[in-house]
């Protein structure tokens, strides 16, 4: 089949048949690849995978279904070893730092000001501590692959404090950097 | 020809492949290898005779597909079942059956009317490219017959066997071992959430538990009395201690502040930071102690020998397909939560609609967009050393060598720096209880990117296992600025909700319906399973805590 010459051929005509062309070149490009990727078994994962998906779908219908919701306020529960404990964690120990008593749930901002840490504490901190104490902070080589572990600090996801007490939250959350 | 490969079948030739290559043999493909043309991205094609357009020898036509005879050499056409010349080529011809398609370097069979494979043709186009390749082989590396190094871990025998046995016999619990709270000590739920994950990964545990860390005489020689392994390991030693009030891990708080103090405030923080931080720490640790010899450039710590796999990155030349390699250690994959939908594979448009959100839906479309060949921005041309210019050029991350245990974090957060806000991407991520990584190595990558050829590729042969397993998923739950982490974890076929000092007993489909942010994966051996009692473990006759990882390279 030899291309006219005439040029009462439209151009959209001709181009249609290169665009059918090309077209049809490239599907057949796309069979070929699939049919060597399924006949070398290299796609014998897909129907694992397709139950997985299957699987999940169903679950978040069901979990969604507030008939089933047994996850009640979880803090109000009765663990596996039939025990409640209260919101906020009530066993005492001694800090390491200063030997005082502290409530275990109240251990972490007591700690922070009882080691000057902490954001107020640091912005206080002289340069040269800060300075040497970062050497010691995530810099080594072999732990460090910056594209593939986020290290900024504004990147974060971030807890909250276990639930019910309100001093928690407004000593932690909502401060001002 | 190549070595053993559990990850592609070879197929069967049809009868006229297999009478074709009992005739006549390599004859056929070693005289074509000289018309292949190869293309920088990896295609392969047939010219043939350059100087003009291939046309049929039936109709002289130069459309639909053309297919050039192994035995004669002529070209036919094929432009519909109904003007199948090649076809007609076989039937005029006596035995010339097999053609190869010339856009794609394809075997075909003109009686079958089928596309057939023999992993000689294949051979006989990957010589071709690699000698055509642009000086280093464009990342094809074949790998001869290597002895595979085995890493094992310093065992313990005799203190494992009997510290398994004693923790067996003292128990009353019917419960498995190891499943204790962790009170929250104050917007600690980040750092509780990692630890039960942790405390849950068999090598981590058995190390600790056998003590391989002596405390008692890493107190003798420590200088300045902080190690962060220590009391690493005694939170394993109270959590596995059988006694069931939730534990307060705030010796570990302490000294974790005491070596992060860029981290050290009761304030926000994040679980993935804490994961990687503490790593971190516990690596520093041990290379003090024992500083590793570099012989094989792997560090021996236990950290990086749980956790630790090898990132292969490639950067390819658009222009001429130079391809520069590198590896680089990695302690886990953060995966971001991309635009595209679902499982992007090429084979598999059985994909589900994309969700409203129009993102990534599923962890495997994670991995699919994490190794997927990303084309750098023009603003980022790199010099090419074969076309000694700065060129555009793909990029393509693999993995060469897989962890035995994989940590896979989700990138939920959203940074724009235009609007100067940060946001949490919250729409669900389906993962897998089950996952094999094979599509992911380097071997399949690379094997993928020159079109699937049966042929040796690095890390080809390999003995280690890609399948692995969940035993532990990092959730959050809430906003940014204020959530709550909760850690599932699947013990004896039961999963498990560790929510600070609460542990309850959740069914499989919340762990599937929950919002995972960092998922942990343990290669499947048959030493360990998620489901088996710590004290059921068939100890190996010497002793070794768990199975040797062998190395690929």
């Known amino acids: 089949m030899s291309v006219p010459n005439d040029d009462n051929t439209s151009h959209s005509q001709l181009s249609s048949q290169f665009f059918g062309d090309l077209l049809d070149s490239i599907i057949v490009d796309v069979a070929s690849e699939c049919h060597r990727i399924a006949r070398l078994g290299l796609d014998c994962n897909l129907e694992e995978g397709e139950e997985e998906i299957r699987l999940s779908a169903q679950a978040r219908v069901r979990v969604a279904d507030p008939s089933n919701s047994s996850e009640v306020n979880s803090k109000y529960v009765v663990d596996i070893f039939g025990q409640t404990h209260p919101a906020v964690a009530n066993e005492i120990f001694e800090c390491m730092n200063c030997r005082r008593s502290i409530v275990a749930g109240r251990f972490a901002p007591h700690l922070e000001k009882c080691m000057g840490k902490g954001r107020k504490a640091r912005l206080k901190a002289t340069r040269s501590s800060s300075a040497a104490q970062n050497r010691y902070s995530r810099g080594s080589p072999i732990s460090t692959y910056s594209p593939y572990s986020h290290s900024t600090s504004v990147n974060q996801l971030s807890n909250g404090a276990p639930g019910v007490s309100g001093e928690e939250y407004a000593e932690g959350a909502f401060e001002d950097p | ?553």
């Open chain 2, 1 to 553: 020809m190549f070595g053993r490969n559990p990850t592609y079948t070879n197929p069967k030739p049809c009868k006229h492949l297999a009478n074709y290559k009992l005739n006549h043999g390599l004859n056929g493909y070693n005289s074509i290898q000289k018309s292949f043309k190869i293309t920088p991205h990896g295609r392969t094609a047939m010219n043939g005779d350059q100087s003009k357009i291939p046309r049929c020898n039936f109709c002289s036509g130069y459309q639909g597909r053309l297919y050039f005879c192994l035995i004669c050499s002529s070209v036919s056409c094929c432009c519909s079942p109904d003007s199948n010349h090649a076809l007609l080529h076989s039937q005029t011809e006596n035995g010339h059956e097999i053609a190869v398609d010339m856009e794609r370097a394809e075997l075909f069979c003109c009686v079958c009317c089928d596309q057939v494979y023999d992993p000689d043709f294949d051979e006989a186009v990957m010589s071709k490219q690699i000698m055509e390749m642009p000086r280093n082989n464009n990342g094809v590396d074949v790998r001869k017959e290597k002895s595979n190094k085995r890493r094992k871990l310093i065992s313990d025998s005799n203190n494992s066997k009997e510290l398994f046995l004693r923790m067996g016999r003292g128990s009353k619990s019917c419960f498995p071992w190891g499943l204790r709270g962790l009170n929250n000590l104050g917007n600690t739920c980040f750092m509780n959430s990692v630890l039960q994950a942790l405390l849950h990964a068999p090598p981590l545990r058995n190390y600790f538990l056998s003590n391989q860390h002596n405390r008692e005489i890493c107190r003798k020689i420590s200088s300045d009395r902080l190690c962060l392994p220590c009391d690493f390991g005694a939170i394993f030693s109270a959590i596995f201690s059988g006694n069931q009030t939730p534990y307060s891990p705030a010796r570990l708080l302490y000294s974790w502040w005491q070596h992060s103090a860029n981290l050290a405030s009761y304030e926000q923080q994040d679980a993935h930071e804490f994961f990687i931080s503490m790593l971190d720490r516990i690596h520093e640790k041990e290379e003090q102690a024992r500083p590793s010899n570099k012989d094989d450039g792997d560090c021996h710590c236990i950290a990086h020998k749980v956790f630790s796999g090898l990132l292969r990155s490639d950067v390819t030349c658009i222009t001429c397909g130079f391809t520069s390699t590198t590896c680089d250690p990695c302690v886990d994959l953060s995966l971001d939560l991309g635009p595209s939908n679902g499982s992007s594979t090429v084979v598999a448009d059985k994909s589900r609609k994309p969700s409203k959100n129009t993102g990534v839906s599923t962890l495997v479309g994670c991995l699919d967009l994490f190794t997927r060949p990303e084309r750098l921005g023009s603003d980022q041309k790199l010099y090419c050393p074969h076309c000694r210019e700065r060129r555009d050029s793909l990029k393509q991350m693999s993995i060469r060598r897989l962890p035995l245990v994989l940590c896979l974090h989700i990138k939920r957060f959203e940074h724009s720096p235009i609007r100067k806000m940060s946001r949490k991407i919250d729409w669900h991520l389906q993962f897998p209880f089950s996952l094999d990584m094979a599509p992911y190595l380097s071997s399949s990558i690379v094997r993928n990117r020159f079109g699937n050829r049966i042929f040796a590729f690095e890390g080809d042969g390999s003995d280690m296992s890609t399948e692995f397993e969940l035993f532990a998923v990092v959730t959050h739950s809430g906003k940014l600025e204020s959530g709550h982490y909760v850690t599932y974890l699947r013990l004896r076929n039961q999963w498990y909700k560790c929510d600070d000092a609460w542990i309850t007993e959740v069914s499989e489909q919340t762990v599937r319906a929950s919002q995972g942010y960092m998922m942990y994966y343990i290669q499947k051996m048959p030493f360990y399973k998620a489901s088996e009692e710590l004290n059921h473990l068939p100890i190996s006759p010497r002793g070794d805590p768990f199975l040797s990882t062998a190395e690929c390279c």
